[in-house]
């Protein structure tokens, strides 16, 4: 594709914010990040402090921040560029230019085991040995890959994707252009066990679990059904791998959860909270909207909207890294005090010696 | 069902410390939360601080604390009522008289591939795809979703329910009446490798594992075989979604994983431990009967029965919340040292020159 | 298998470090842990504190640290022993000659599903229900076990080794003598989505993940691609279970990952890099060679090589055993510097009663 295809493709003339290197228009063969780009490639510049790059890539078109001087040492080079206020948002609207990941064709592979009474939408692709159980409902779309296992009465929305071996059990409800990824499970039973004399007694789950529309679910990461009521993720909320939430977690919608984060049973999220890798959000705790916590944080409790809070048990981040700092002093610290208690104590005996001659 | 026979079925005359609403007798057609209840819904209060919620409630049925305000309240409001002591407990109860999860019929799908010389017990179920290698015993009423593996001279004792792809390794004891939720991978080759001068090398796993009767594991969770000897869940035992168990570890009864535990290698635990989520125990630890480690925790060395830990490295959860409570004040800590530090050389000035004038 | 038979198989006669009992030749019937082992037993002893299980063991056969107080001892207890610096590492190079993994024979199940374009080495094993999409190509003694999914485009080296129920996507290249554990994910789309006014945008991932040779991958544990350029783990690299690695991680040679590990985006290690469980490694993070995280660190920056690390954040384990020796002596400390503060105070009124009188 050529460079001019590009801006053509990406309607770069109705946003005003950009502006276009005016006399090269190279072809475009692949994508790469800046550092090893090569003739032929599309690249991106985050920001101003990745500047030197501009120096050194070999990349043939670049997406810039708008910094005149970016700009300019583009031009120098001969490379094409398009500047933008987000060149990474750009770089993603562009990529599916380029590259599509694989997607089965529609169709149902006659190994596929599909109950009698599996409503099946339009153009629907169903993969080898999937198997799907009475009453599931699948939209217009829907792409399931091979080894897919659904429960019954299951919805399955337009366009969404069940990639191999997930599992999705009974009556889970997953909305439109929804990604569930390899090896995930969604809607099995929650963790419902009662205390009584004779040992733990279970506490049967019947509720269900519920996706809205656009949410994606990493690999192997596993969503509960409660035992009332139900565990449900918000709009366009996305799930790293190997993430946990808990039954009865509610989610609202554009939530980011990162790697092994795990959030247990009645935990609740505003909209557009953004939990690091490895989180771990207690029971019944209630986050407010646009919240962001850093790696490995403990949430419990109620935390206000737009907090940005760290360490376990969380604190606000700069009470957090002020604190963190100084944990490494604390033997420097502990030996100053005992210090400090000897000179008083000298002090105190000096005085008294003063007063008593 | 009508309330009437819920307390039959519950057998309630038999328990001497419950108390039953006299006269009505309402149909009971769901379960739900107190929160979201509505006429027809049997709901239950865990305790006192719940108790507007009895004011509130759509509920035609509710299973109360032995409270008398609370139990006149809901005769004023015409709600039929049970009191017990542990209305969870009573809840867990009643559950499976209104609601099942999903379980196939017995019966061996045509597309399972099932070894000649497998034994499979009365009543047992084999889903559709599942792979069973030789050597295998499966007890009566066994129930193996679809897309299960089960490697060579596994062992599963009866009315034990694998779910749909979870792994079993070779010569894997899993007890009876146990459930494996989905993508669960049990007995698989511990992690163990072993430095030399070439690089890490190998420990082959000889051992086996063994889950004894009514353990219950989470979806995605891994329990692994050790290199010699057994790794061993006791009877009761319930663990959450993805939690990791090493070679050679070792449970009593009744003890709960909550998500994303990790139990390195050799770790032994005593009966009735509770591991919130996250916690990780390291290497050889051996934590004694009835301990409690909040989320998160990390635990080492030896822990006394009855402890309650907190933190990582964990201590007792007294002084951990002590702790941790002052942590955030560390920077004004630091701030008045140096006040005091300064105040103090004053003061040996002062002194000095009163001496010496 | 002889004892005299054992010292052959191990070549013992070619490393001079070696000590050899002389006058017994005990038959081997099994391995054991040295605490349970019987007669016919084959045991070891790591060093010289477990230098007591000598007089109490019953195995038949030790391996012994170059000790002359455990060798004297064994022989006095007619127990056959060989002595070595490691014997952990000998004892790993004994186990296959007496236990071998199952491991099932060369050959393709007719339900396997493979594309005619699939190239397909000498001496695979493909396993019940397997699905193999085009342009894959299996090295010589591949073995697919039952159920595995592998996406279109990818290479799996010779000899490599892939359980049931993991699935490998689209373009991934897994090198030669790898094991992919059951359940494991390899190369699955990155977790990248752009903040945009309408919610997250997608951004693809076009690039790759490559295994290099003798990598394995624990269960459940996933490995993702990136948007571009590769993910890429070092030759004889080990995850343990349920670790996560994001897109454009990089690791050296011979790297170790206990359970739950996890890697955000773009983290390279060096070589020989060993990290405990459930240590996290934040964004971009560069870990130098022979650099070792203690379990549930939280690495973030850059880490000089032959760094020992602990805490999160991380710190030198030297001054985080320090800090975390005090951190319980908090709430003291704090008292102490409440009560210096008054002692201060009064001294500093005295010494002005002083001055003025």
Redesign the interface.
Known sequence: MKFSDLLQELNIHEHHSLSIAPDCDPEILE???VK?ARAGTL?YIEGVKFASEVDRTQASVLILPPNPTLQQKATDRHIAWISTP?P??L???A??L?????HPAAGIHP?A?IHPSVQIGNEVSI???A?I?EDVVLGDGACI???V?I??AVRIGDHTIL?????I??RTQIGADCVI???A?IG??G??????PE????????GITVLED?V?V???S?I?RP???ETRIG??T?L???V?V?HNGQTG??C?M???V?L?GGVQLGNWVILG??V?V?NQAQIGDRTQAG??A?LHGTIEPNSIMM???A?PYK??L???A??????E??Q??RK??Q??EA??E??RA??EG
């Open positions: 994508l790469a990040a090893t690249s987000d990474k948002l770089f993603a609207r990529v599916p380029f590259y599509r990941p694989y190994t085991i993969g080898a040995y198997v159980h890959y091979p080894h296992v429960y019954p990639h191999a071996n997930c599992t059990h009974e990824h390899s090896g499970v099995a039973e963790f419902g066990f009662v205390p009584a040992g733990w007694v279970k506490l049967e789950q019947s656009r994606e990493g690999c192997n596993t509960d035992a009332v009521g709009y366009n996305k790293d791998n190997l946990h808990g919608e554009n980011v990162a790697a092994q795990g247990a890798g490895q771990g207690a790696a490995k403990g360490g376990n048990p604190s009470v957090f002020k604190s963190s100084i944990y490494n002093r604390l033997p610290m502990h100053t005090l400090l208690q000179q008083v002090l105190q000096q005085i003063m007063e």
